[in-house]
């Protein structure tokens, strides 16, 4: 299973490097998204400034919903979809390989937007362990889900639409959870950040086991 997993990550990373879409499209979405933000609640810095950690993780989030689209989009042409249930491969290290290569986009894509932040919003990176923390279990809970409804909404027609329909209201959790710990983190307080990084590892074991079980017969649907 692992080694499969490595197998298809390196195939998905491979892609993207040679396409630089994440990035090329990606980050600056995300960085735009950003932007954005900050131009609609300026002059008012201290707001901006309170909002840092729930506009950080909106920001992911959109970002997230396009990485997941992308995988998926590849996988959809050509009779590849096929092609990976006929190849042998453990439909659980295909599951885990897909995850394991948004994953690493993702973690790019926050470490621009960490620093995108300090620029635009002027926050400070206090209670660095909690934010590492967070930010590692907090994209594992997005991407499990998503590489399940990413896989779901790949044989439809509609994909582009029905993935975030799936996939954001599951995911709405991750968000309060990771807003929280982030600006727990941000605010001095990291004891009181724990707590919901707690609760996102749950999360992210529930999705992952989920997958790990039923990627076969999501793939058989698709």
């Known amino acids: 299973m692992f080694r499969d997993a490595v197998l298809l990550a390196e195939k998905d990373l491979r892609l993207e490097l040679r396409s630089r879409i994440a990035l090329g499209q990606i980050v600056p979405f995300a960085l735009l998204v950003l932007l954005l933000f900050a131009f609609a609640v300026d002059p008012d810095r201290g707001l901006l400034s309170s909002l840092t950690a729930g506009l950080f993780w909106i920001a992911v989030l959109f970002s997230a919903v396009l990485a997941i689209q992308r995988s998926f989009a590849v996988e959809s042409g050509d009779g590849i979809v096929e092609s990976l249930r006929m190849?042998?491969?453990?439909?659980?290290?295909?599951?885990?390989?897909?995850?394991?290569?948004?994953?690493?986009?993702?973690?790019?894509?926050?470490?621009?937007?960490?620093?995108?932040?300090?620029?635009?919003?002027?926050?400070?990176?206090?209670?660095?362990?909690?934010?590492?923390?967070?930010?590692?279990?907090?994209?594992?809970?997005?991407?499990?889900?998503?590489?399940?409804?990413?896989?779901?909404?790949?044989?439809?027609?509609?994909?582009?639409?029905?993935?975030?329909?799936?996939?954001?209201?599951?995911?709405a959790p991750v968000l309060i959870g990771a807003t929280e710990a982030f600006g727990a983190a941000l605010?001095?307080?990291?004891?009181?950040?724990?707590?919901w990084l707690a609760l996102l590892a749950v999360f992210a074991v529930i999705y992952t086991a989920f997958g790990l079980l039923a990627f076969g017969s999501i793939l058989e649907e698709t």
Not at 102 to 121: D, K, R, S, W
Not at 187 to 195: A, I, P
């Open 87 to 171: 190849s042998g491969l453990d439909p659980a290290g295909i599951f885990l390989g897909k995850a394991l290569a948004i994953t690493l986009q993702l973690l790019v894509v926050e470490v621009v937007l960490a620093f995108g932040v300090t620029i635009f919003y002027g926050a400070e990176l206090d209670g660095l362990f909690l934010l590492v923390a967070t930010a590692l279990v907090a994209t594992t809970a997005l991407v499990a889900p998503g590489t399940i409804y990413g896989a779901l909404a790949a044989g439809d027609n509609a994909r582009e639409t029905i993935l975030p329909l799936l996939f954001l209201p599951v995911v």
């Open 187 to 195: 605010g001095g307080s990291s004891s009181e950040g724990w707590s």
